[in-house]
């Protein structure tokens, strides 16, 4: 029984592997063995529940409960997945005089390699959903599925693939706190890019080690929407040009074109903006352009009650993660 089974299946896989121009592979597995280099699977499921458990702990508005614990939960997680971490505790003040305690946390793999990226994202959510179609929400708090939560969940789950196979450089893991207490439509005031991205600029005037040196840092904002486009952003094009290159090409190499075009977005005030111009490393986000979308170039959620995780889309995250973890193992 078991022997004639197995010739069964030996002789149906014979069958597709001669089957006359009519098998179809699957298109990803067609794409990805250009790949010289061998490397793990990313897992959307896996970045999935990572969004979803921050998510779970309520909105991670800095000065709360829940961002104090999902802290923790991040810190924890980088060290379950053998990173070396260092949490920077922040006290910054925002435009509207508030003053956050915030925690930066950083997650070193392959800490003594000299030849380093960063991957980063944002961590908090925002206070307001203050681009929310119903006014009755403006003064509700985000979850921040998608804006915050995705480029951490990606992050951590390249964090626990880098586990399977060591890379060749080593990678700082970046989650910054406070990005997006920024002035919203409301405000009367000037409005400056330094109102936003206040953990970025403290690590980039303080970096977690004294004369810390990456080659490039790798801004993940919002890569979990539905419908999301990647177009090549401006800031990233005029400080690092040639890494945004690579990554678009990277994205190509495995399957992603459509979600990637090669095409110029619009320019984004973000925390690469500040580890670019204050700690002088280039640095790219791979941030949503949506020029049609009539609620907000960055997606229909974008600073409104609807950016839960039931609008979390596990093809982007798969699309971003794979791009970025093909670069990581290309890196030389
Ligand atoms: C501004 O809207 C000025 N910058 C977008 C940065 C951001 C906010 N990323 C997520 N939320
Ligand atoms: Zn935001």
């Not at 009755?136 to 196979?165: F, W």
């Not at 004369?211 to 094009?237: P, T």
């Not at 609008?311 to 995250?317: Q, S």
Request: hydrophobic share 35%; aromatic share 10%; glycine share 10%.
């Amino acid at each position: 029984m078991k022997k004639s089974l197995t010739i069964v299946l030996a002789a149906l896989l014979l069958c597709v592997s001669c089957g006359g121009g009519k098998t179809t592979v699957p298109s990803r597995k067609a794409v990805v063995p250009t790949a010289q280099v061998e490397m793990p699977t990313f897992n959307a499921d896996s970045a999935y529940s990572y969004v979803k458990a921050q998510t779970d702990f309520g909105p991670r508005v800095p000065n709360s409960t829940a961002h104090k614990k999902c802290a923790e939960w991040l810190e924890q997680k980088l060290k379950s997945f053998g990173a070396e971490t260092v949490v920077q505790n922040i006290q910054v003040t925002t435009f509207d005089g508030t003053l956050i305690n915030g925690y930066n946390i950083i997650g070193q793999i392959n800490p003594e390699s000299n030849k380093r990226i960063v991957l980063c994202a944002h961590w908090d959510s925002r206070p307001w959903a203050d681009n929310d179609p119903d006014p009755a929400n403006h003064k509700k708090p985000v979850d921040g599925a998608n804006d915050g939560a995705s480029g951490v969940g990606v992050i951590l789950e390249i964090a626990r693939q880098l586990q399977i196979k060591a890379p060749t450089i080593g990678i700082d893991c970046i989650f910054f706190d406070a990005e997006d207490w920024g002035p919203g439509d409301s405000y009367t005031g000037r409005s400056l890019p330094e109102h936003w991205g206040l953990g970025s600029q403290y690590w980039s005037r303080r970096p977690h080690k004294d004369g810390y040196i990456a080659r490039y840092a790798v801004l993940l904002d919002m890569v979990g929407g539905k419908g999301a486009r990647f177009y090549k952003e401006g800031i990233s094009n005029h400080y690092a040009k040639g890494i945004v290159d690579k990554y678009w090409e990277a994205a190509g190499i495995t399957g992603h074109r459509a979600m990637f075009p090669i095409e110029d977005g619009g320019f984004v005030t973000d925390d690469h903006y500040f580890i670019n111009s204050i700690a002088h490393i280039p640095a790219i986000d791979i941030v949503p352009y949506l020029p049609e979308c009539k609620e907000s170039n960055f997606g229909p959620t974008w600073h409104t009650v609807t950016d839960n995780i039931s609008n979390i889309d596990k093809a982007t995250l798969q699309a971003v993660g794979e791009t970025v973890l093909y670069v990581i193992y290309n890196e030389k």
